[in-house]
C-alpha cells in the first residue's frame, strides 16, 4: 500500500477550510464495512454457541444465525442512518462537530480531557468545563491514517491548552 493513496483515499474536503482547519469527514464505505463485519460475527458466533450448548438442529442454527446477522446489520445501519456520520473539524481556536445539520463549536479552553475508545465502534469521549459530564461523539466511518491523525491533532491541542494552565 502507497502512503500518497491512503492519505488520498482518507483526506476530505480541504477546500472549504481555512489553510489551519482540518476536516474530517466518515466515508460511507468505512460504515458499511464495520456493520458488515459485526454481523458476520454475530451471524457465526450465534449457531456456534448455540450447537455448544447441545442444540443439534442445524437448519434452525443457520436460520436463527442469518436472522441475527440481519437483524444487527439492519440496527446498526439504522443507527447510523437517524444520528447522522460526524464531521470533526479541528482549528485554532476549537474543535467543530457537525452531524445531521448541527454544529457544535467547543473552544479548546472549554475541553478539559478527551479519551478516545474502540470497543463497541469508534468514539471520543470529551469532558467539558462548561458542562458537568461527558460529550460522546461516534466516529463511525472514520478510519484509517485520518483517525490516527486527527486523534493525535486533539490530544495534542487539549494537553497543549492543559499545560497553558486554561
Known amino acids: 500500500m502507497r502512503l500518497d493513496n491512503l492519505a488520498a483515499h482518507h483526506v ?10 482540518r476536516r474530517f469527514a466518515p466515508k460511507d464505505s ?11 460475527v454475530v451471524g457465526v458466533l450465534t449457531p456456534g454457541l448455540g450447537w455448544l450448548e447441545g442444540f443439534q438442529d442445524w437448519l434452525w442454527l443457520l436460520g436463527f444465525g442469518v436472522a441475527m446477522a440481519l437483524l444487527t446489520y ?20 476549537g474543535l467543530a462537530i457537525e452531524r445531521k445539520g448541527k454544529r457544535v463549536e467547543i473552544p479548546w479552553a472549554d ?4 479519551r478516545f475508545r474502540s470497543y463497541g465502534g469508534d468514539s471520543m469521549a470529551l469532558s467539558r468545563r462548561s458542562m458537568r459530564g461527558w460529550t460522546n461523539v461516534r466516529l463511525d ?5 485520518a483517525t490516527a491523525e486527527m486523534r493525535s491533532m486533539i490530544e495534542e491541542r487539549v494537553a497543549g491548552k492543559m499545560g497553558q494552565g486554561s
Open 12 to 21: 476530505v474536503d480541504r477546500s472549504e477550510c481555512p489553510a489551519e482547519t
Open 141 to 145: 466511518g472514520h478510519a484509517g491514517p
Open 74 to 93: 439492519g440496527s446498526y445501519w439504522l443507527i447510523a442512518r437517524l444520528s447522522g456520520p460526524a464531521v470533526v473539524e479541528i482549528a485554532e481556536d
Open 30 to 40: 468505512e460504515t458499511r464495512r464495520s456493520n458488515f463485519i459485526t454481523a458476520v
Open 111 to 114: 475541553i478539559a480531557s478527551v
